[in-house]
């Protein structure tokens, strides 16, 4: 009777956990694809064959798989492959990988702020481009801002979570000890852990939703893709941003959305010469 | 003795003379056949034997004239030349044999060597291979010549201009060698009008004109006396066919006629007129092939055969010293479309403007000489440097290939010895390298090969359920544990009051026990009884555990709740003797005393310790 009992159990064990196994196994399956495929591509432009690694590079993030360093890697690619691609203009650039090269840092950068080598290639692509300085920021927040970025929010997430832990330790040894000293150490030790725990909460909510941003784009075009005052290719030319200029995205209206730039200006630009950073 | 060797140099100063007079008599006599290496059957030619010096009585012997006829000679012409030049006196004398043949047959013919001698000393010509050509029948335009005009006279293909090229196919930048001549078949007074082709495509040098600028040859089978004219190098700019405009000018030609008039007393019936003929070369075409792909990365455009020299600085200067790298380029080819070598310095390296020299020498076979780079530099900063070999590249259009020449790679050890101080302060603030790493050029940090945590999407933590769930797991874990622990203190502290309450009356009932074991005399269980509960009520009543209890520590706490020093010992001495007694079997003190002195000790301490 018992026996029976606990065969029935293990059968129905084994059942209900087969589906999760399957799913794993294809999951090893479709891990392995990416790893031959990430192999292929740090090869291919390690011998130079820059868009090909771009190509492999995309087919990767296309499979839905994402990484600071995949789009760091991605936006290498398109740089060196952009950099000897010469137009009939006699500039690099020609296919516009500098867009894409910038949006990708960009990428990179959204999902680890604080990953440096994505930071100082993205300043360097930069420097191709006729992006405008923007507004000088107040000290303090900056400050903010160059702390919030040292890290992730999940990240910032969980060190708020551990310090939170901490303190409610803390609190218990100051509310249960008979002894002076650790009550002491108990009270002051989780008021650190307090503030600790309220600040980083604030960092990571901020990060989040630096994260969840979507109204930042990167212009993705040829060469200079035009800015009109209204969505109306009749009206004035405002600007001409060049391939790998970032931009914020308002309105979309039609085929046009309307950009605000670094420095403030706004205008209008057809949104298939815009990429958002996701 | 003295004289001995007076006459003995006279002698030998004299001998050493007529040794340098011979010597130059040797060295000047030249002997040479002069005749056209062409003419048409049914001319005559000229052939001349000519000698600068006076040749000895009877001693020309003239050559055998197989297959011609000897129709006049030899005559014999003599010339004398005196010269003064800087107050010394030459005279050079010359004497020509001329003999005048006609040839028999059509054929290559030699004309054998002559024989001459010179002051006791033989000399001889070279044979001459003279080629008859057979123009055919002359009769007809000799006839014509003799009625019509003047201008009839001077056939149409008698005065012909010609570009006249080295060779029809050549590589881009390889020189070719361009003559005008002008063929004619009649004596020419002048030429005007001349109009040379500009060369388009082409890079010309004319070449210095030559001294003997006519001979003969031959053209469609007739014979012409040529004349150049002019002569260049050319040398093309690009690749493909490249047409050559044609050169034109205007010969005059002279025409004597037999006079219409008939009969002139004076001039024997005879007129000279001048004709006008205007000729112009026919347009032609040189093939120019570009150069063959895969020209090497120093190749700069520089095409023939060239050899490399460096001279390299001496491989230990010291610091701000000045040296210089020189590489001489010497050659056949297009030598002034070179461009300077390019040589890689150091950059703590100060390198001034590269000085060119060249000495070029242009000639019928191209362009030759040799062009001398320096590279002038000043040291700023000590160390060992590598100046990688300087690589120079040209295309040989003989090996059709591309040949590129190098030095050996240089290694420069620049010590920081004191000659550094003889450089003035001015310099020295001048440069300042090797104090910080200069960026040189910027790039992009290479890619990340570890493919990092690839995920199918990027999770957010902040703010997910996961995190609300952790929060509140935590509070309540706080919550919960603080409540537990919380209850268990205060049912320990429950507990320890009960004690202490009741630490009297646990005493008194195992005194009591105590009593009736004394009433039964049982000493030991008596003893037993009473150290229970003497230990016994310390423990509770202080709430410290049997084990932790000695005498010491008993003294110590009753002192501490305020029993008098007397009675804490008195406590102490009750155990004591209650030890000793249980297991002694003497009755040194009753049971009763001790049982008295325990119950008074006992009230006095509750009495004090009152909590």
Sequence with gaps: ?278 | MKGHFLRRVVALTTVLLCMIGTAAADGDVSFKVDAPTITPLGSYLRVAFEVDARPDDDSFEAPDFAGFDILAGPTVATGRQTYWINGKQTVTESYTYTYVLMPQAKGTYTIGAARISVDGRSYTTKPLPVEVIDEGDQSESRSNRNNSSPEAHVAKDDIQLRIKLSSTSVYKGEAVRASIVLYTRTSIATINNVKLPTFEGFWSQELPAGEDSSSREELDGKVYTTYLLKEYLLYPQQSGALRIDPAELTAVAQVVTQSSRGFDPFFGGQEVHNVNRKVSTPAITLNVKPLPEGAPRSFNGAVGQFTMQGSMPPSKISVNSAASISLTISGRGNLKFIDAPSVAMPESFEIYDTKTSDSIKVSAVGTSGTIKYEYPFVARSSGEFRIAPVEFSFFDPAKEQYVTLSTEPITLTVTNDGSAAGITADSRTLTSYGEKMKQLDRDIRFIHTESGKLRREHRLFMFSPTYFLLVVIIIAAFVVIYAVMRQRIRENRNIVQRRIKHANKVAVQRLRMAERYMKQQQRHPFYEEMLKAMWGYISDKFNIPVANLTKETIREELYRRGVAAADAELFCEIISRCDEAQYAPSTSNSMEEVYADAMEIISKIESIVKR
């Design chain 1, 1 to 278: 009777m018992k026996q029976i009992r606990m065969l029935l159990s293990t059968a129905m064990t084994l059942a209900m956990m087969l589906p999760t196994a399957l799913r794993a196994q294809d999951n090893a399956t479709h891990e392995n694809a990416v790893d031959a495929l990430w192999r292929h591509a740090t090869e291919a432009y390690a011998d130079k064959r820059f868009t090909e690694a771009a190509e492999t590079f995309t087919r990767i993030s296309d499979m839905g798989y994402g990484s600071a360093e995949l789009y760091y890697n991605l936006g290498n690619a398109y740089f060196k492959a952009g950099q000897s691609d010469i137009g009939a203009n006699g500039r690099p650039f020609a296919s516009g990988e500098l867009g894409r090269a910038v949006l990708n840092y960009r990428r990179a950068l959204k999902i680890d702020p604080s990953m440096s080598d994505a930071q100082y290639n993205l300043d360097l692509a930069v420097d191709y481009t006729n992006d405008t300085e923007g507004i000088p920021e107040f000290v303090m927040s900056r400050v903010w801002r160059s702390l919030r970025d040292m890290l992730s929010s999940n990240a910032w997430a969980a060190i708020s979570i551990a310090a939170l832990a901490v303190m409610l330790a803390l609190a218990t040894m100051y509310l249960l000890s008979r002894n002076i000293a650790m009550r002491k150490a108990g009270f002051y030790g989780a008021l650190l852990l307090a503030l600790l725990f309220i600040v980083t909460t604030l960092l990571a909510a901020s990060q989040r939703s630096v994260e969840l941003r979507d109204d930042m784009a990167v212009v993705v075009c040829r060469d200079t893709a035009p800015v009109h005052s209204s969505p109306d290719s009749e009206t004035k030319v405002i600007r001409e941003p060049s391939q790998g200029v970032t931009v914020t995205v308002g309105r979309t209206l039609g085929v046009w959305s309307e950009i605000t730039f670094a420095d403030g200006e706004k205008g209008w630009i057809r949104t298939a010469d815009i990429e958002i950073i996701r």
